[in-house]
Structure formats: structure tokens, C-alpha cells
């Protein structure tokens, strides 16, 4: 399995909003992401939905180490 497919099964979350975020950034963002931007998101996909979501909509701090991914993720909605 590559890595791409493994990344596309592990963003499917139980939240809709989620999986069309992350499924964004798989078509729009991962062909040109860097090996520590890809740990990144495998680190992201193992939060729990509310967490993602929450720091998605700035309800809550973002670590600085994932705040340049987080920005990516929401580039479709500004």
C-alpha cells in the first residue's frame, strides 16, 4: 500500500467536515508536501475529531509545530 493510500484511508474520520478538509489537502497539497510536513498530518490523524475540528475553527491554541499545516487545511474556507 502506498503512502498516499494509507494517508486517504486514515482521513476518513467520522465527521464529514474532516474528511472533505483532508481530502483537499491530499489532491491539492501532498504531491508537493516535504517528509516532515507528511509526518505532520500522520501525527493530526491520530487526534481525536473534536480536537482537529476545534483547532480547524481556532476554538482552541494550535502547537506551533502543526500551526503551517493547519493554515493549509483551511485554505479552502477563507
Known amino acids: 500500500m502506498s503512502e498516499l493510500s494509507r494517508l486517504k484511508m486514515r482521513s476518513r474520520r467520522g465527521l ?3 474528511d472533505v478538509v483532508f481530502q483537499y489537502y491530499l489532491e491539492h497539497h501532498y504531491p508537493s508536501a516535504n517528509a516532515e ?3 505532520r498530518l500522520d501525527e493530526l490523524l491520530t487526534m481525536q475529531d473534536p480536537i482537529l475540528l476545534d483547532m480547524l475553527l481556532a476554538m482552541i491554541p494550535v502547537p506551533d509545530e502543526y500551526a503551517e499545516l493547519i493554515e493549509k487545511l483551511r485554505k479552502p474556507y477563507e
Open 16 to 18: 464529514k467536515e474532516l
Open 37 to 39: 510536513e507528511i509526518q
